[in-house]
Nanobody
């Protein structure tokens, strides 16, 4: 079975950094795109970034580009999200997701999800 397990969340001061990890298992991810989403209380789940597992090609929302960097380590079956210059508005539960085929920006397009990891940014 496919499992995605996020880690690396926590409490950080505004302006600080965190690196989130998503450990993926259960299959080979060739032909998949991996993505990070977040969901703040009372808000819809928001797409942040995606990476093509095979090619390493990336996509970012305009708001994430420049502050967040997605990457993957094929040998470790792990996807990362490096987050810098964090703001209070970044406080949310961050989710890793996987989708067969090309990237997508909508949660309904993704086949697998992790349980989420809480990121809290204090001002």
């Amino acid at each position: 079975q496919v499992q995605l397990v996020e880690s690396g969340g926590g409490l950080v001061q505004a302006g600080g950094s965190l690196r989130l990890s998503c450990a993926a298992s259960g299959r080979t991810f060739s032909g998949y795109n991996m993505a990070w989403f977040r969901q703040a209380p009372g808000k819809e789940r928001e797409f942040l970034s995606a990476i093509n597992w095979s090619s390493g090609g990336t996509r970012y929302t305009d708001s994430a580009k420049g502050r967040f960097t997605i990457s993957r380590d094929k040998s470790k079956n792990t996807v990362y999200l490096q987050m810098n210059s964090l703001k209070a508005e970044d406080t949310a539960v961050y989710y890793c997701a996987a989708r067969r085929g090309t990237w997508g920006a909508f949660p309904r397009e993704y086949d697998y999800w992790g349980q989420g990891t809480q990121v809290t940014v204090s001002s």
